[in-house]
């Protein structure tokens, strides 16, 4: 995921877009370090230090990665996508929230 | 993923034992010495050959299982002790794991029944049979210490039918809610066991849960903060 999402969070800086981690790792000094050597700029959630932490439990998680789309509304449009997939729908989703910022300055 | 690679993965998760302060603080002793210094050099050298994997167990196996006798009744000697019963994962293939974690938990349950220590006995429960894993945790139970009989209700709950389970994860969030477990507390996880999302509530169209957590840098951080983004939430680990 590193490299992919390093181009996706640079390729669409300019867009309403987020890449947004959940880390099982034991440490935040861990995750800090690693952060640090592969130059990921993402914020993410630390979950306790382990795979079982509070977050991933409730969400199921038990295979890494785990992949949510989630649209500017909040609600989640795609899961366990990778590669281009993830920049197809990525992309759909943000044209469709410009799309519908548009109909409404229209409507008003 | 495999039971067996997940188990691998929360192997590989695990740090090596972290450095143990000796037992006593020594005011008028200003570096550490004895065997809290011993046993960091020789944590250091395992980091250094790669941590705890087959190779390097191979090589050290016999210098913790030296420190372990030299410093048998020290705090220190029972760090060497645990990272002993952990290593015995590499001995799964020849048939001997469940026999060699068993004799060697119930060394160190009759030689340091009261040590805080034993709460790793509880994390590394994937070396024992299903039996000598119940006979063990509920061992456990029965320590002085919050923080190991926490470990061992809610290490044993996971495996229990739903009525005994929901029974023993109610205990935690009652009487263990702000004890803590690694980075987190039993009240968390406890609560997070009683409530997980639906996976109806996961699929496609539905709205995503929040989550209210903190980051790497201990900021409070959570999902909503991102509405009118279009997000990509990436679960991942870096082990």
């Known amino acids: 995921m590193y490299p992919h999402g390093r181009s996706l969070v640079k390729r669409l800086a300019a867009e309403t877009f987020a890449l947004i981690g959940h880390t099982s790792d034991d440490t935040p000094q861990f995750v800090q370090e690693a952060a640090k050597e592969e130059n990921l700029t993402w914020r993410s959630f630390f979950d306790g230090g382990g795979t079982g932490g509070p977050i991933a439990t409730r969400w199921g998680v038990r295979s890494w990665p785990t992949i949510y789309v989630i649209d500017a509304k909040g609600v989640i449009r795609a899961r366990a996508v990778r590669g281009e997939a993830m920049d197809r729908i990525v992309d759909e989703l943000l044209a469709e929230a410009k799309a519908e910022a548009g109909t409404k300055r229209r409507g008003r | ?239």
């Open chain 2, 1 to 239: 993923m495999t039971s067996t690679t997940l188990a691998l993965a929360a192997i590989l998760a695990l740090a090596p034992p972290a450095q143990v302060a000796d037992e006593r603080p020594q005011a008028d002793t200003p570096a550490p010495d004895g065997p809290a210094a011993e046993l960091a050099d020789l944590q250091q050298r395992l980091e250094d050959a790669g941590g705890s994997l087959p190779e390097p167990y191979a090589v050290f196996k016999a210098e913790f299982e030296a420190f372990a006798a030299k410093y048998t009744d020290r705090e220190a000697g029972l760090t060497a002790k645990l990272w002993l019963l952990q290593q015995c994962w590499w001995q799964r293939e020849d048939g001997t794991m469940e026999t060699n974690a068993r004799k060697r938990a119930d060394a160190i349950l009759a030689e340091h029944p009261d040590s805080k220590q034993l709460a790793r006995m509880a994390e590394y429960q994937y070396v024992f049979s299903a039996k000598d894993r119940t006979e063990v945790l509920t061992k456990l139970r029965s320590s002085p210490h919050a923080e190991v009989r926490g470990y061992a209700i809610y290490e044993l709950a996971k495996r229990e039918k739903p009525e005994a389970r929901e029974t023993m994860l109610k205990l935690l969030l009652k009487e263990y809610a702000d004890v803590p477990c690694r980075l987190t507390t039993f009240g968390a996880l406890a609560e997070a066991h009683l409530n997980p999302h639906p996976p109806e509530a996961l699929k496609n169209g539905q709205p995503a849960p929040e989550i209210l957590g903190t980051d790497v840098d201990g900021n409070p951080m959570k999902l909503s903060d991102y509405r009118g983004k279009v997000v990509v939430l990436d679960f991942w680990g870096h082990w």
